[in-house]
């Protein structure tokens, strides 16, 4: 039996349902010792701005229960620096790449950087970061607001005809409604979910473990709570949904899908086990296989109540 | 770099919370550089959730790696549990090392190493590698500092000594060598010093190399130093470990970010810029 693992996200046809989650595998190229990269259904992009950014001081990182707080800001090259520097690399390698972008001032930059991306042949979708905790020049997030999240959404997809994937936020009261918005605004799918808000502190000193006090935590300590969300997403719209949040193995891949997600994303695990992706996807094979299942969609928001 | 599943030849305290281990990782062992790294998953499970950093401190018989580590967190002591005969998951050699015969002041005769505490590990290997090289320039010297709390966490003298390294040593509470801290002897050696100096190598508490880099701008000597940061990934995909350093050596206000774990660990120590 050669079971169908392919799935599409809009105008996507993935190999495979597993993706890798946007800042946690670079470009991809710090991958290459480790997997064969054209293996992945579609390698998403460390979120890039219009202009270069320096990011936040360090310290960046810190470890916590089962997971970890990150305040990276943003570092990247900038639209033009990406196209120059990183695209290269990622357009021999023959897997979707979908480009994540943020702005830093309102919609205009969400535009102007979707326009850019529109006329560029090898790039696939455009993954709109509405929900880093990381920047926040205003007191909340656009995927914090159904309406603001609306109005980005609408004006991208104004300007582009390529797939469009909009990242939502875990720290909001009722995300189906935000994820709702994106939908009606023209959305091709949801990924969900970024970072929790949190933090830690260093009791010996009495100081923030990072630097910029708050930032948002990854790794399988959210595992429960995406899981929970993806479910409740799931039920309220009918463009696909990609699932990440602590997945580790293909165990918590499984999870995902059942929930309803049509694909998911690796993130913090490629930190722990760079080769987590290709192991996540022949452990998805062989366990479609074990259970006679043809076809991977089905899996898809198979969860029995 | 490799990812691999290393055995583990030995695993013994050497004094005090400070171990010794030794890991069967051929394909590491043979393309390693002083100052690189390798990134360990000290347990099989979530707790600790990342790697640990550790310099690799010396090659052990052409196929093994040997790294020297204090216990002092939840880590570290993990890894000082790991047993003979288990396997460790293994990536590396990670970053980039010391430069040898190559950038400023190669042509010097006299090579400074300077050791704080635990920065002691890579500076073996690197001993070891200056020794070789000795054959090239038989008359280069290779002078090196220790410094440690006492005299009972002073550490590698004797394998300093065996690869014909000149030691001197310095206590914070006198009870060996010179007393205080390393960098003020380093200060004194310069002063002492008649040969043409190559360069200061040095690896410690981050304090330390602050002031190295500041005693190697006054007496106008290259110093390469290999810093530390908190890493989540150690292959440069996070962007999470970085340091600041200056664009252009001439103008210190334009500043970047280097990822230590990938531009670094060893730095040119007029580059950082410590704030
Ligand atoms: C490139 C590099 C090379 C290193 N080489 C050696 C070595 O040869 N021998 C050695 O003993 N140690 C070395 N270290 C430090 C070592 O990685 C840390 O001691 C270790 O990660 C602590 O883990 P833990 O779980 O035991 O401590 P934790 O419980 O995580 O923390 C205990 C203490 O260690 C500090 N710490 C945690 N992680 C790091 C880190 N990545 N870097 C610095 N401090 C940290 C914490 O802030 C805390 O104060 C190196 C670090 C780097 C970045
Ligand atoms: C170090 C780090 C950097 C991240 N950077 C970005 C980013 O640039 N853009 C983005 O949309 N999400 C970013 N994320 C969030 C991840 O893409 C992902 O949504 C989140 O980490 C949850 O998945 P995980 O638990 O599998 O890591 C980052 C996460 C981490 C840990
Ligand atoms: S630890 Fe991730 S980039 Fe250095």
């Known amino acids: 039996m050669n079971p169908n693992l392919k799935v599409n996200i809009g105008k996507l046809n993935l190999k495979n349902p597993v993706l890798v989650a946007s800042g946690t595998f670079g470009y991809a190229e710090e991958f290459k010792d480790f997997i064969d990269l054209k293996k992945l259904g579609a390698i998403v992009t460390k979120t890039i701005t219009l202009n270069p950014r320096k990011g936040n001081p360090p310290p960046r990182t810190c470890e916590t229960p089962a997971g970890m707080l990150n305040s990276i800001g943003l570092e990247n090259p900038g639209i033009e620096g990406f196209l120059k520097e990183k695209l290269p690399f990622l357009k021999k390698l023959g897997v979707p790449i979908i480009v994540s972008i943020a702005s830093e001032g309102g919609q205009e930059e969400f535009i102007t950087l979707a326009k850019r991306l529109d006329k560029i042949k090898e790039i696939s979708a455009i993954e709109l970061n509405i929900s880093c905790p990381n920047i926040k020049e205003s007191a909340r997030l656009i995927s914090q607001d159904a309406k603001t999240t609306y109005k980005v959404v609408k004006a991208a997809r104004s300007v582009t005809r390529k797939t469009l994937i909009t990242k939502l936020s875990p720290n909001v009261t009722d995300i189906a409604e935000i994820a709702l918005a994106a939908e009606r605004a023209g959305s091709d799918a949801v990924s969900l979910v970024n970072t929790l808000a949190g933090m830690s502190i260093n009791v010996k000193t009495g100081k923030p473990k990072i630097a910029a006090i708050a930032g948002g935590l990854s790794g399988p300590a959210i595992r429960p709570v995406a899981v929970r969300m993806v479910w409740e997403v799931y039920q309220k719209i009918k463009i696909p949904v990609i699932g990440m949040g602590g997945i580790i193995d293909t165990e918590s891949a499984l999870e995902f899908l059942i929930a309803g997600a049509s694909a998911v994303s690796i993130g913090t695990a490629n930190f722990i086990n760079p080769r987590s992706t290709a192991e996540i996807i022949s452990g998805l094979r062989d366990y479609i296989i074990q259970n006679k299942i043809s076809d991977i969609n089905e899996l898809v928001g198979s969860l029995r109540v | ?275």
Request: proline fraction near 5%; include cysteine; glycine fraction near 10%.
């Open chain 2, 1 to 275: 770099m490799f990812q691999v599943n290393a055995r583990l030849l030995y695993n013994k305290r050497i004094k005090k919370n400070c171990h010794e281990m030794a890991l069967s990782a051929p394909q590491i062992a043979k393309s390693a550089l002083p100052g690189q790294f390798i990134n360990i998953k000290v347990t099989d499970g979530l707790e600790p959730l990342l790697r640990r950093p550790f310099s690799i401190h010396q090659i052990y018989r052409q196929d093994g790696i040997k790294i020297l580590y204090e216990a002092i967190g939840k880590g570290s002591k993990a890894l000082a549990r790991r047993k003979s005969g288990e396997s460790l998951d293994v990536i590396g050699p990670l970053g980039n090392g010391f430069k040898l015969g190559r950038g400023p002041g190669a042509g010097g005769r006299r090579h400074v190493l300077v050791a704080g505490g635990m920065g002691t590990a890579p500076l073996v290997f690197l001993a070891e590698r200056l020794a070789e090289a000795k054959n090239q320039k038989p008359k280069t010297k290779t002078l090196v500092l220790l410094g440690a709390r006492t005299k009972d966490d002073i550490l590698c003298e004797k394998e300093f000594k065996e690869l014909g390294c000149e030691v001197r040593i310095a206590t914070d509470d006198g009870s060996r060598g010179f007393k205080g801290y390393v960098s003020e002897l380093l200060k004194d050696e310069l002063n002492a010093i008649r040969y043409p100096l190559s360069a200061i190598y040095a690896c410690g508490p981050t304090p330390m190399l602050k002031e190295i880099s500041r005693i190697s701008q006054e007496y106008d000597i290259p110093a390469q130093i290999s810093l530390e940061a908190h890493m989540a990934c150690g292959i440069g995909a996070c962007m999470g470990c970085v340091i600041k350093t200056a664009r252009n050596a001439l103008r210190a206000t334009e500043y970047e970010y280097k990822r230590v774990c990938k531009e670094g660990p060893v730095f040119e120590a007029s580059r950082v810029i410590w704030d």
